[in-house]
C-alpha cells in the first residue's frame, strides 16, 4: 500500500475523509465493503481516504468536516437504539447535506433519513426527517423484499445498470426523485419500478452487495464529485483495470436480464 | 393403522431408492422424508422412542459434532441412530428415523443422535422428546433465507422456555449463553467454556453479533476474542457472562493437537480452535451420559470436507467448508498460521441452499499471510475475485474461472501446498473435480 500512498507528481496527496457511522451496529450484509471499494480506488489514484468512525459514547462529530458520510443496514432492535442517538445530530446532518457533504446510505441508514420507520407492531421509530420518504414495515412477518436486483440509473453524465441485493421488510413511500429505475428485483416496495433516493450529494438505497463492488461506476462518481467539490477543479480519474468488475457485470445482468 | 402403512410404503420405497441410488451413484438424501411427510404429516409423533434424544443446533459446526457424539457413543458400545449425512431439516431427520424403525414405529437403539438446522429445533421438537439440546454457536449465515441472527435466536428462546431437559450451552459466545435464562426453572443447564488460546486477540478481528447484552442492552466488555464474537466477556451492569461452569478445555496447543478437561489429557486431530469447540460440546453430552470421550477423540477423523486434509499427487491439499464468513475466517485462520508457501482455491456458489446474497464474503478479513496466488470459482468467481482483490491482494496474482474443472486444473499447475475453501453447493463438486485429479 505505502507506494500507492506517494504522489508521484510530487505534489501534496489529495485526501478525502470519510464518517463511518456506528460500524459496530450498522454492519449487515458486509457493508463495509462500500469503504473498502471507494479506499482501493482511491489508493489506486494516490488519494488518501482517512476513514472516521463514530458510535453510541463517542466525541460528538461535526459532519461538514467530511467529505462523506457512510451508515449501512442494522438488525430491528439495534436500529430504535440508534435512532435516538443520531436524532441528537439532526441539525448538523442537515447543515451538512445543504454544504454538498456526500451521504452514501445503506437499507437501515436509508430509511432512518425519512420520516419515520413503522413497525410490524405498529411501533413508529422517528426518523431524521431529512428527506420526506417514510418506511412502514409489511404486516406479514414472513415477506420481505428479498433477490437479486438491477436499476437503471442516471448519475452524473452517465446512464449505468446498478447490480446488487436487496432485502428489506420495509416498504418506502413518497420517493419524488429515485436512485434509479428497477429492471429487475423489487425496489422501493413490492414490485416496485423504481428504487432508492437519489440528489446530488446522495444516494440512499436498499442495494448491498455491498453496492459498490459491482458498480465501479457509482464508485467513481462518488470520488470525482468529492475531489471536485474539495479542490474546486475539474478531475479526470484514471482508468483502472476492472476486468473482473466487468465480468462479474456482464455475467450477472446476462443471467437476471434474459 | 394408517401410520404403519406410511412406514411400510416408506421402507418398500426405500429399498427401490436405494438400489436406484446405487445405480446413478447418487444420494438419496430427504427425498423419502419429504414423501413421507406429504402422505403422513404426524409421522414423527407416531414413532415410539424410548432411548434418550440428543440434538445438536448451531451456525457452524453441527454435523462434525454431531458425527463426534454419535462416534463417542458408539465406541461405548451403544446402538445409536444419527442423520450422519447432515439432512437435517424436518425431512432429512424424518428419512433417517424411517430408515430405522419397525414397521410399528420402535426405534431400536441405545441413543438417538441428531443435528438439527437452527430453525427447525421448534418445529420437530414440538413432535418428539428431546433429552439433551447442545447449542454450539450463532453467526450469520444466509440471512435472506433466516431473517436476521436474532430473529433465529428468537425462535429458540420461544421453545425453551417450556423446555426442561439439558441444555448445553457455548458460555463463550453471548447470542448461546443468553438461551440459559430462557426458562428459570430449568435446573439442567450446563455451559461450557475454551480457555483463552494462543491466537485469541483483544480486538475483533472478525465480523461478528453479539455485541451488546441482550438482557439491558449495555455494551459487553470482552477480555479477549477466540474468534469472530466468540470469547471471555461480560455485562458491566448485570453480569451476564460469568457463570459456573460444567466443562472448561485448557491448555490448548493447536500444534500438538492436545488439550486438558478436568485433568485429562486429550490427542485429537483438530487444529483450529473451532473444532476445539465442537469437542468441548461433544464432551459435555459424553459427561452427561456418563460415557468415555478420550479414547474417541484420539481417533475420530474429521472429515467430508470439514478441515480434511488429503495429498493430490504428492500435492498437500486441506479442504475445507465454509458457508459464511466466521466458517471462513476459521480456515483463513488456519491457513495464516501456516508459515509455508500456499494458494488458495476459493469457491463461491449462490444456489438456493448456500443462499441467493453472496454479500457476506465482505465480512471476511482477508489478510493472507504466504499466498503466492489464488483462483477463484463458482457461480460467483468474479464477485470473490473483486473481493480479494479490494483487500489488497495483487490482482495479477488472482485468477477467476466459474467452471470449476477449470480452476481445479489450474490449481495444480504449481506443486506449493493448497488451501480450499469452497461454500455448502460449491463443496461436493469441488471436492470430486479435486480427487478426480489424483
Redesign the interface.
Known amino acids: 500500500m505505502g507506494a500507492h500512498l506517494a504522489n508521484k507528481r510530487g505534489g501534496r496527496m489529495k485526501e478525502i475523509k470519510l464518517l463511518y457511522l456506528y460500524p459496530d451496529m450498522l454492519e449487515l450484509y458486509g457493508d463495509y465493503g462500500n469503504i473498502q471499494v471507494l479506499k482501493y480506488r482511491m489508493e489506486k489514484r494516490g488519494i488518501n481516504l482517512i476513514i472516521d468512525k463514530y458510535s453510541i459514547g463517542d466525541k460528538a462529530p461535526d459532519f461538514c468536516l467530511y467529505d462523506i458520510v457512510f451508515a449501512g443496514g442494522g438488525a430491528d432492535n439495534e436500529q430504535t437504539i440508534l435512532s435516538e442517538d443520531l436524532i441528537r445530530y439532526k441539525d448538523n446532518i442537515k447543515d451538512a447535506i445543504n454544504k454538498g457533504v456526500f451521504f452514501l446510505l445503506i437499507c437501515g441508514a436509508y430509511q432512518l433519513f425519512g420520516k419515520y420507520y413503522k413497525g410490524v407492531e405498529g411501533n413508529v421509530i422517528p426518523g431524521l426527517e431529512i428527506f420526506d420518504y417514510y418506511t412502514e414495515a409489511i404486516e406479514d412477518r414472513t415477506k420481505r423484499c428479498i433477490g437479486n436486483i438491477v436499476i437503471n440509473t442516471k448519475i452524473g453524465e452517465t446512464e449505468t445498470k446498478v447490480i446488487g441485493f436487496e432485502n428489506h421488510g420495509g416498504q418506502t413511500y413518497n420517493i419524488k426523485t429515485p436512485f434509479g429505475k428497477v429492471i429487475y428485483g423489487n425496489g422501493n416496495k413490492f414490485e416496485d419500478s423504481e428504487e432508492g433516493f437519489f440528489k446530488k450529494n446522495v444516494i440512499a438505497t436498499y442495494l448491498h452487495g455491498p453496492l459498490l463492488s459491482k458498480n465501479p461506476v457509482i464508485a467513481d462518481y462518488i470520488i470525482k464529485y468529492c475531489l471536485e467539490r474539495k479542490y474546486n477543479e475539474k478531475s479526470m480519474l484514471n482508468e483502472l483495470d476492472d476486468t473482473f468488475e466487468n465480468k462479474c457485470r456482464e455475467q450477472l445482468i446476462n443471467s437476471f436480464c434474459k | 393403522m394408517y401410520n404403519s402403512l406410511t412406514i411400510l410404503i416408506a421402507k418398500v420405497l426405500n429399498f427401490f431408492a436405494k438400489i436406484l441410488c446405487k445405480i446413478l451413484k447418487k444420494d438419496n438424501g430427504n427425498m423419502l422424508g419429504r414423501i413421507v411427510k406429504k402422505l403422513n404429516p404426524n409421522i414423527l409423533e407416531y414413532l415410539k422412542i424410548d432411548c434418550p434424544v440428543i440434538a445438536v443446533t448451531a451456525t457452524n459446526g453441527k454435523t462434525t459434532t454431531n458425527n463426534c457424539i454419535r462416534y463417542i457413543i458408539e465406541n461405548n458400545g451403544k446402538k445409536v441412530v444419527s442423520n450422519k449425512e447432515g439432512n437435517n431439516m424436518e425431512t432429512g431427520i424424518i428419512t433417517t428415523l424411517i430408515k430405522n424403525c419397525t414397521i410399528s414405529g420402535k426405534i431400536k437403539a441405545d441413543y438417538i443422535c441428531l443435528e438439527v438446522d437452527e430453525s427447525y429445533v421448534p418445529i420437530v421438537f414440538k413432535k418428539i422428546r428431546l433429552d439433551t439440546l447442545l447449542v454450539l454457536n450463532f453467526f450469520?449465515d444466509q440471512?435472506?433465507r433466516n431473517?436476521?441472527?436474532?430473529s433465529l435466536i428468537l425462535k429458540i428462546e420461544n421453545f425453551l422456555k417450556t423446555y426442561n431437559g439439558n441444555l448445553i450451552l457455548n458460555n463463550d459466545d453471548p447470542n448461546v449463553a443468553r438461551l440459559g435464562q430462557a426458562n428459570k426453572e430449568n435446573k439442567n443447564v450446563y455451559y461450557f467454556s475454551v480457555e483463552k488460546y494462543e491466537n485469541a486477540s483483544i480486538k475483533q478481528k472478525e465480523?461478528g453479533e453479539g455485541?451488546?447484552c441482550p438482557f439491558d442492552?449495555t455494551?459487553l466488555e470482552y477480555e479477549y476474542y477466540q474468534y469472530s464474537h466468540v470469547g471471555k466477556y461480560i455485562c458491566p451492569t448485570c453480569n451476564f457472562g460469568k457463570v459456573e461452569l460444567f466443562t472448561e478445555i485448557k491448555n490448548v496447543d493447536l500444534e500438538n493437537m492436545t488439550f486438558d478437561e478436568n485433568e485429562i489429557h486429550y490427542n485429537t486431530q483438530a487444529n483450529n480452535i473451532y473444532t476445539i469447540y465442537n469437542f468441548a460440546g461433544a464432551i459435555s453430552v459424553a459427561k452427561i451420559y456418563n460415557l468415555d470421550a478420550k479414547k474417541s477423540l484420539e481417533t475420530f477423523k474429521l472429515n467430508n470436507g470439514r478441515s480434511e486434509e488429503i495429498s493430490i499427487n504428492g500435492i498437500k491439499t486441506f479442504i475445507n467448508l465454509a458457508k459464511n464468513p466466521t466458517g471462513a475466517n476459521v480456515s483463513l485462520r488456519t491457513l495464516n498460521e501456516d508459515k509455508d508457501e500456499k494458494e488458495l482455491l476459493f469457491v463461491l456458489n449462490d444456489n438456493p441452499a448456500d443462499g441467493?446474497?453472496?454479500?457476506?464474503?465482505?465480512?471476511i478479513n482477508f489478510e493472507l499471510n504466504n499466498v503466492s496466488r489464488v483462483i477463484t470459482s463458482g457461480k460467483r468467481a468474479?464477485?470473490m475475485?473483486?473481493?480479494i482483490?479490494?483487500?489488497?491482494f495483487d490482482?495479477n496474482k488472482?485468477e477467476?474461472y466459474?467452471n470449476i474443472d477449470e480452476a481445479v486444473k489450474s490449481l495444480y499447475k504449481t506443486e506449493v501446498k493448497k488451501y480450499v475453501i469452497a461454500n455448502y453447493t460449491a463443496l461436493q463438486p469441488t471436492r470430486r473435480t479435486i480427487f478426480s485429479n489424483k
Not at chain 2, 356 to 363: N, T
Not at chain 2, 389 to 392: E, L, N, Q, R, W
Open positions: 450469520r440471512l435472506d431473517g436476521e441472527v436474532e465480523a455485541k451488546f442492552k455494551k441467493l446474497d453472496v454479500s457476506w464474503i465482505w465480512d468474479y464477485d475475485a473483486i473481493r482483490k479490494t483487500s489488497g490482482e488472482i477467476a466459474t
